[in-house]
């Protein structure tokens, strides 16, 4: 079995004068939740339709579950960008029929289906039309639809459309429930704070173009500023130490300047005898960290 769900090597595609993807590698290893991220027209979902064989590409080398591009397509669930369901069928009906043109029996898409619609909140609604449903509710039932026959990859375009924040939580959910199982995700979204609790290893695309690739975490660490997240706010007036204060919900963001050590920083408050329920190196937003790179190109 291959190491890598998908790989994905100097891809191109061009439409007319515009480079949509200009020289793209990366890779997504099995059993991960990898983000695609990067504002409106940077490239993703032209990107995603190459992954799915919608389209093809003008240059590089393209991997799906270890083969060509739609050679592995009834192994993969793909949500995306534009939606679109039978606004007249039930939805356990819906559901149902998209499982049976995934090769599955009509027993085991049954089954499934009101497994999948129970764990999204929609069980009550399994004998609705579709056209009944509000927007959230829609969004849900297209996710769910996405992965009827239990793919091994998933590739979800803007999942957290139309979903508020309660709902979003329930998708959140069911996304880390897929990576339980074992199944490989990438969530495609422009919205970075919606998937930046989810994801191992991201992909930031501007103008076709990686501007930064890797593991979130290493990528966080990079961008962090010399600041502390404390709490309960203090008052820090005289303390040389401390360039400027933020507030951010209920707790302070102390920026330190360029030459303390938050160690140094630390033993200070104790020595000071200050209590302090919360000391922890503070992170940049995504979002901020992409703002960044770009100005910086």
Not at 20 to 32: I, K, S
Not at 114 to 134: I, M
Not at 180 to 202: N, W
Request: aromatic share 6%.
């Amino acid at each position: 079995m291959a190491e890598y769900a998908i790989q994905v090597e100097d891809l191109r595609k061009v439409y007319g004068d515009v480079i949509a993807v200009d020289q793209l590698d990366f890779q997504v290893g099995r059993g991960e939740i990898f983000g695609m991220l990067g504002p409106n027209g940077a490239g993703k979902t032209t990107t995603i339709r190459v992954l799915m064989d919608i389209l093809k590409a003008d240059a590089g080398t393209v991997r799906v579950l270890g083969g060509a591009p739609g050679a592995a397509r009834e192994r993969v669930g793909y949500l995306p960008e534009e939606r679109g369901l039978y606004r007249g069928l039930r939805l356990d009906e819906t559901l149902v029929y998209l499982g049976r043109l995934k090769g599955m029996s009509v027993a085991s898409a049954r089954k499934r289906a009101a497994a999948l619609l129970e764990q999204v909140g929609l069980a009550e609604w399994s004998r609705k039309k579709a056209q009944d449903l509000s927007r959230g509710m829609h969004q849900k039932l297209q996710i769910v639809a996405s992965i009827i026959h239990d793919p091994a990859l998933v590739i979800l375009d803007e999942p957290f459309q139309g979903l508020d924040p309660v709902n979003s939580e329930v998708v959140k959910d069911l996304i880390r429930d897929l990576r339980a199982h074992g199944k490989t995700i990438v969530l495609s979204a422009h919205e970075m704070s919606r998937v930046e609790a989810l994801c191992e290893r991201i992909l930031l695309i501007h103008h076709g173009r990686a501007v930064l690739y890797g593991a979130l975490a290493d990528i966080k660490k990079q961008f962090a500023p010399n600041a502390i997240e404390i709490a309960p706010p203090l008052d820090w007036q005289g303390w040389a130490e401390v360039a400027r204060v933020e507030a951010r919900d209920r707790k302070q963001v102390v920026y330190l300047q360029p030459h303390i050590a938050p160690r140094d920083f630390l033993k200070r408050i104790l020595e000071q005898g200050l209590f302090v329920e919360q000391f922890a190196l503070a992170t940049m937003p995504l979002e901020q960290i992409f703002v960044t790179v770009v100005k910086g190109e």
